[in-house]
C-alpha cells in the first residue's frame, strides 16, 4: 500500500522582486514500511519538497500538484485540523538542527509529554511513563534524568536521540529525517543512523531519508531520488544507483563521494632538519567548572587537552581528528592563542610566542591564519566582502587603502568568485561561496601557517570537494603548512600528510596518513575507523561500540624490553614503527 504519493508538485516562494521556484514537477510515491533517500546538494529542493508535504512552509510558499496524498488523504484540501492529526499520527519529522527545533525554555520530558497528549488522550502520569520509555528506546540511559534536562544541558548527539524520541512518540506510519546527522562527528552519526534502523524496524514504519551524504544513502534506504536545482534527475534502487548511475549528476555526486577514497602520492619530502612551521610541547588547557547548585560555591578542575605533543612540518598539512568533546579544536585555538593554555610551548619558527605579550604577539598573527567551522558568525554581517577580505591589510597596516580592495578583489578572484561579489554581503552567499571568503580573508597576508578549524563539515559533498580541491591547490602554491581540525574521516584521508588522533584531551595515536587507515593500532582509532560510513550499500554492516571503558581497558600493553622506556600506571606514547606512535600502558 502507498503511504504517500506525489504527482507533479511545484512550490515557489512570493520575494521581492517574483516568484522563485524551489520545486519543479517533482513525483514519487514511498510504500508501506519502505526506505527512500532524497540525495542532492543544498538547494535542490529536497527539504522543501517533504516540508510541503506536511504543509510546514511559510506563507510566501506556493504549493502546487496534481495530487499529494498521505496516508489515504489529500493534503492540498486538508483544513487545519486534519493537517494536525497528520502530523505526527501518520508522518513525523527529525530536523536538521535539534538544537532549534527543541524549545529552550521547556524541559525534554515537556515537550515530549505534550507531544503524546497533543494527538492522543492519554492522563499526564502515563504520558510521563511513556516518555521515559521513548528516551531508552533510543538508548539515552540515564532516561530520568533527561527528562528534566533543558535542550542545552544535552551534547549534539544526545539531543537527536531525544528528537527521534518525540518523533515516535505519535507512533507515525511515516518518519522523514532531514539531515540528521550533518553536524554529527563520525562516531555518533553512525550510532544515530544504525538507531533509526532499529526503531524503524521496530515500529514498522516507513523512512524518508533527506540527505547530501551518499555514505548516510548508502547505509539506510531501499530506493534513491536523485535532486538537483528542484527536479528529480533520477530514481532507482539504491544498488542500481551506486552501481550503474544513468543522470550526469549522479555520476558527479558519486564521483565526489570517491574522490576521498585515496590521497595521490606527494613526491615532496619533508626536510627533516628544518625548524618546524609549528610546533606544540606539553600543551594543556584545564577550566574551572562549577559544581553543585543554587548558591552553593564549589568548583573542580576539567582537563580539556592534557599535554599534547604536535609537530607541523613545512609544507605539510596534518589532520587533527577526534569526537566532538576530544579538544582538537581547543588545541587549534591554543595553538594561536585564541585561547590561552594552562600550560606548554607554542612555537611558531622556532619562536616561543606562548608568554609574548598582545604587541609582541601581533607580528606572528601575520604568519598564523584560521578558518572557522561557521563561515556564516565568523563574517561581519555589516561588511562588503571585499571590505571583510581587506581587513587583514588594513589591521597589519599593509599597501593603501585603494590598492587594499584591489588586493582583496584579487583574492576573491583565486578562490573561485567573480570580482563582482565585492560588494555583496554574506547573507547573500551559500555556504561554500562563504567559506571560500573566509578562506580569501586567511591567505591574504600569505601567512606560512593555517588552522582549519572543520570548514568543510556542514558543506554538501559537492561544494565539500571543491572547497577541498580549493585548499590543496593553494597549499601548494603557497607552500603553507596546514593544520587540519576534523572529525571527517575520509576528507582527512584524501588531504592530509599526517594524522594525529585525540582522545579525551590526549592524543592516543599519530602516524603517516596511509599507515593511520591501513594499520592502525588504538581501539580509538579504530573505532573512528570503523563508524565510517559505507562507500556502497553492499558493504554496509552492523557495528558495535565500544564505551570508554572497553577502550581503555583494550588499550595497547608494551614491556619495558621493547621500548626501553620506563614503566608507568599512566598511558604514555610509543614509538612502534618510524613515525608511528601509539598510547600504550608500559609494563615490566
Known amino acids: 500500500m502507498k503511504l504517500v504519493e506525489i504527482n507533479g508538485l511545484t512550490v515557489s516562494f512570493s520575494q ?50 496534481k495530487s499529494m496524498v498521505l496516508d489515504g488523504v489529500n493534503v ?10 497528520l ?45 521515559e520509555q521513548l528516551l531508552l528506546r533510543v538508548e539515552i540511559k540515564n532516561a530520568k534524568d533527561v527528562l528534566n534536562y533543558y535542550p542545552h544541558q544535552l551534547s549534539g548527539g544526545m539531543l537527536q536521540r531525544a528528537m527521534i524520541a518525540m518523533a515516535l512518540s505519535c507512533q507515525p506510519k511515516v518518519l522523514i529525517a532531514d539531515e540528521p546527522t550533518t553536524a554529527l562527528d563520525v562516531t555518533i552519526q553512525a550510532q544515530i543512523l544504525q538507531l533509526i534502523k532499529k526503531v524503524q524496524a521496530e515500529f514498522g514504519m516507513a523512512l524518508i531519508m533527506i540527505t547530501h551524504d551518499l555514505g548516510v544513502i548508502a547505509e539506510t534506504v531501499d530506493r534513491v531520488l536523485v535532486m538537483y536545482g528542484g527536479e528529480v534527475m533520477e530514481e532507482g534502487l539504491v544498488q542500481d544507483i551506486f552501481d550503474a548511475p544513468q543522470h550526469a549528476y549522479t555520476k558527479t555526486l558519486l564521483a565526489s563521494l570517491k574522490a576521498g577514497a585515496t590521497k595521490p602520492d606527494d613526491a615532496t619530502k619533508a626536510d627533516e632538519t628544518a625548524v618546524p612551521a609549528l610546533e606544540l610541547r606539553g600543551l594543556s588547557k584545564t577550566y574551572r567548572v562549577h559544581q553543585g547548585q543554587g548558591f552553593s560555591r564549589k568548583y573542580a ?11 607541523l612540518p613545512r609544507n605539510k598539512i596534518v589532520g587533527l581528528v577526534g569526537e566532538s568533546g576530544s579538544g582538537k579544536t581547543t588545541t587549534g585555538m591554543m595553538a594561536l592563542r585564541l585561547t590561552e593554555p594552562s600550560g606548554g610551548q607554542i612555537l611558531v619558527d622556532g619562536s616561543d610566542i606562548s608568554t609574548l605579550e598582545p604587541i609582541a604577539l601581533k607580528s606572528f598573527r601575520r604568519r598564523m591564519q584560521v578558518i572557522f567551522q561557521d563561515s556564516y558568525s565568523a563574517l561581519d554581517p555589516m561588511m562588503t566582502l571585499a571590505q571583510i577580505v581587506a581587513e587583514p591589510l588594513h589591521i597589519h597596516g599593509i599597501t593603501p587603502g585603494k590598492q587594499q580592495t584591489e588586493t582583496a578583489l584579487d583574492w576573491l578572484e583565486k578562490v573561485g568568485l567573480d570580482r563582482n561579489f565585492g560588494q555583496r554581503y554574506p547573507h547573500e ?24 578549524d572543520e570548514p568543510t563539515s556542514a558543506l554538501d559533498v559537492t ?25 571527517d574521516l575520509g576528507t582527512v584521508r584524501t588531504l592530509t600528510d599526517t594524522v594525529v588522533v585525540m582522545y579525551r584531551g590526549r592524543v592516543v595515536e599519530q602516524a603517516p596518513t596511509a599507515q593511520i587507515f591501513e594499520n592502525p593500532q588504538h581501539p580509538y582509532t579504530r573505532a573512528l ?25 583494550a588499550t595497547p600493553r608494551y614491556t619495558v624490553i621493547q621500548t626501553g622506556m620506563a614503566p608507568n600506571a599512566e598511558p604514555q606514547l ?12 608500559v609494563t615490566t
Not at 492540498?76 to 492529526?85: F, H, I, P, V
Not at 552567499?429 to 582549519?452: C, D, E, N, T
Open 16 to 65: 521581492y522582486g517574483g516568484d522563485v521556484a524551489a520545486v519543479r514537477g517533482v513525483s514519487f510515491h514511498l510504500n508501506e514500511g519502505e526506505s527512500l533517500g532524497i540525495v542532492g546538494e543544498s538547494g535542490s529542493g529536497k527539504s522543501v519538497t517533504c516540508m510541503a508535504l506536511l504543509r510546514l512552509l511559510g506563507a510566501n510558499a506556493k504549493i502546487g500538484a
Open 463 to 487: 561544494v565539500k570537494s571543491q572547497i577541498i580541491g580549493l585548499l590543496k591547490q593553494l597549499q601548494r602554491e603557497m607552500g603553507l603548512s596546514m593544520l587540519f581540525i576534523s572529525h
Open 301 to 311: 578542575d576539567f582537563r580539556a587537552v592534557r599535554t599534547v605533543d604536535l609537530v
Open 529 to 553: 575507523l570503523d563508524a565510517i560510513p559505507a562507500s556502497n550499500p553492499r558493504d554496509k554492516r552492523l557495528r558495535t561500540f565500544l564505551s570508554a571503558a572497553e577502550i581503555e581497558a
Open 87 to 131: 502530523r505526527g499520527r501518520s508522518a513525523a519529522m527529525i530536523f536538521q538542527d535539534p538544537m532549534t527545533a527543541f524549545d529552550p525554555v521547556f524541559t525534554i520530558g515537556h515537550q515530549i509529554v505534550e507531544t503524546i497528549r497533543a494527538h492522543r488522550k492519554t492522563a499526564k502520569r502515563a504520558a510521563w511513563a511513556e516518555a
Open 574 to 585: 610509543v614509538s612502534i614503527a618510524p613515525n608511528h606512535l601509539v598510547e600504550a600502558v
Open 429 to 452: 552567499l551559500s555556504g561554500g561561496q562563504r567559506q571560500r571568503v573566509a578562506i580569501a580573508r586567511a591567505l591574504i597576508l600569505g601567512p606560512s601557517v593555517l588552522i582549519a
Open 76 to 85: 492540498l484540501d486538508a483544513d487545519a485540523e486534519g493537517l494536525a492529526q
